[in-house]
């Protein structure tokens, strides 16, 4: 009897290693194979997870789990179409911010208001030409209301980025029943993201980690 009970949990030890266990309650949908070469020099592809993981690939339903994601929310008051939006529009004037000096550059090539509005790459692009802006001018902060902060700082600045993301992503997540929904069925899986990561980022950019504190502290 004892070496069958041990024999039971060594099968059971190897499913879970294998991703039997972990991956059979879920959509085989979450880690398609991809071809090598279709794959971007950026990304990692949703069949390299590792047991246990799923990928928030761009490519499948988990994509909807991206910063760059149209999702729309509501946040202070202010409507966001994606958290990128929101990343990246801070980086602009904020024109209710009395004594915004960005004011005194020209060349802006947005508002504000309509980097708020943008998802995707195109997001990402306005919020690479705003640091182009930036470290021209020699400006290491961005603003949030009446808040300014250098939030790659490693001190008080990435602390509140990482509360305000932190804040914007759970706001995404409930007011977007298909996500909140599309979290919860995630759960028992680690979540990973799509592209590689430095682990000289601050914690903020860590967006698959903040995701799971939400699911498995608040869903």
Not at 51 to 72: D, H
């Amino acid at each position: 009897m004892k070496k069958l009970i041990t024999g039971i949990f060594s099968l059971i030890s190897f499913c879970l290693l294998a991703g039997v266990i972990d991956r059979g309650e879920y959509p085989s949908e979450w880690w398609v194979e991809i071809p090598p070469e279709q794959g971007r020099g950026w990304e990692i592809l949703p069949h390299k997870a590792k047991p246990g993981e799923v990928i928030l690939s761009k490519r499948t339903v988990l994509g909807v789990f991206s910063n760059f994601a149209k999702a729309p929310f509501i946040l202070d008051g202010i409507q966001y179409s994606s958290i990128e939006g929101l990343w990246q529009g801070l980086k602009y004037p904020d024109p209710d911010l009395a004594g915004d000096t960005r004011f005194n550059i020209l060349d802006w090539p947005h508002t504000r208001a309509e980097v708020f509005a943008m998802d995707g790459w195109d997001a990402k692009s306005a919020g690479n030409q705003a640091n182009g802006i930036m470290n021209d001018n020699q400006i290491d902060y961005v603003t949030y209301f009446d808040k300014s902060f250098n939030y790659v700082d490693g001190a008080e600045g990435s602390a509140f980025h990482l509360e305000l993301i932190t804040r914007a992503i759970r706001e995404k997540v409930l007011q977007n029943p298909m996500i909140k929904d599309l979290l919860i069925q995630t759960k028992g899986l680690i979540l990973r993201p799509d592209h590689f990561m430095s682990n000289r980022y601050p914690d903020s950019f860590y967006y698959h980690k903040i995701l799971m504190k939400i699911r498995d502290e608040e869903l």
